[in-house]
DNA sequence: CACCCCACCTGCGTGC
DNA sequence: TGCACGCAGGTGGGGT
């Protein structure tokens, strides 16, 4: 489901229903997701209620009155529902937070790719250290961009997708922003002027603005349980549509392996340099 | 360092 | 119908 702006809807969402609730009871599914806290750590936070929700790239933060963190992540298919017990159960849940209020804050990931961590009052997630420059940071500028990427011979494509320099950009905004760009994926990242990466900042950060305000890509589940059919109000110009005509030129788009992940791409408006 | 590859999982669509 | 295969929006550990 989540790249930045999935995963912004969400808090959004979630936010207004989850603050000031109080967790009254944990259940853990038989099998774990890739990183998740111990059983006791979990039911540590029976009796905590939540004051807030953030976000840091496609990481989502609820913050505890105690002052625990947990951490959640959703990888490739994770997905929160704000449900009552009128919901029909679904497959592949793996954890249930039983809420004062008689909801349920449910977490669902069919791959399992997910992370459900607790952090003690006064410790930062370390996989948070990790995360790069919020895309709408003022610290991040062409002239940084410029300055970190000189003679670096990285494709521009694989450098959008490492969270650790810009944080949550992810495979499909990542095409997007390429193309609006008019930017060839493969380009070098050292080989990108200036005018190029400001250009490029603004097209993420254009591109993840409309993302959120249509509300996601695909189906922002926090709702209930009628699964809300996720308006897939964002448009996407080249992401999967190999074949098809590019929205600018007519010219079919490419899908190229970069990295192991899916690249579209218009082989005419995006010219190799 | 910079960068790539693969592992981690399940489900679904396609083509034989 | 069945089966093999490729593919899927994520990270992160280990290798070159």
Redesign the pocket.
């Known amino acids: 489901?989540?790249?930045l702006p999935?995963v912004e809807v969400i808090r959004r969402g979630l936010a207004p229903k989850l603050v000031g609730e109080t967790i009254v009871g944990v259940s853990q599914g038989g099998?774990r997701l890739?990183?998740q806290s111990e059983p006791d750590e979990l039911a540590a936070l029976i009796g905590q209620t939540v004051v807030d929700l953030s976000r840091r790239?496609?990481y989502l933060l609820v913050h505890l009155d105690q002052g625990q963190t947990l951490l959640v992540?959703l990888?490739?298919t994770g997905r929160l529902f704000y449900q009552t017990d009128a919901c029909p159960a679904l497959?592949?849940v793996h954890l249930v937070f039983r809420l004062h209020s008689g909801h349920k804050l449910v977490y669902q990931d069919?791959?399992?790719?997910g992370?459900v961590l607790v952090y003690p009052a006064g410790v930062q997630p370390p996989?948070l250290a990790?995360v790069g420059l919020e895309p709408w940071s003022r610290r991040l500028t062409a002239a940084r961009l410029r300055q970190q990427t000189t003679r670096?011979?990285?494709?521009v494509k694989?450098?959008l997708?490492d969270?650790r320099i810009i944080a949550?950009?992810?495979?499909?905004y990542a095409s997007e922003a390429l193309f609006a760009t008019r930017l060839h994926p493969q380009t070098p990242?050292?080989d990108i002027g200036l005018e190029t990466w400001t250009q490029l900042i603004r097209a993420i950060r254009r591109i993840l603005s409309q993302a959120i305000a249509a509300g996601?890509?695909?189906?922002a589940n926090f709702q209930d349980c009628e699964g809300q059919s996720g308006l897939f109000a964002v448009q996407l110009k080249v992401?999967?549509r190999a074949g098809e005509p590019c929205p600018g030129c007519g010219t079919p788009l490419v899908?190229l392996?970069m990295?192991?992940?899916?690249t579209f791409f218009c082989p005419r408006c995006q010219p190799e340099k």
């Open positions: 489901v989540p790249e999935e099998q890739r990183r790239g496609k992540h990888g490739m497959p592949h069919v791959r399992r790719f992370q996989a990790q670096l011979k990285r494709p694989n450098f997708l969270g949550g950009i992810g495979n499909i990242v050292g996601g890509t695909t189906i992401y999967g899908r392996v990295a192991g992940r899916s």
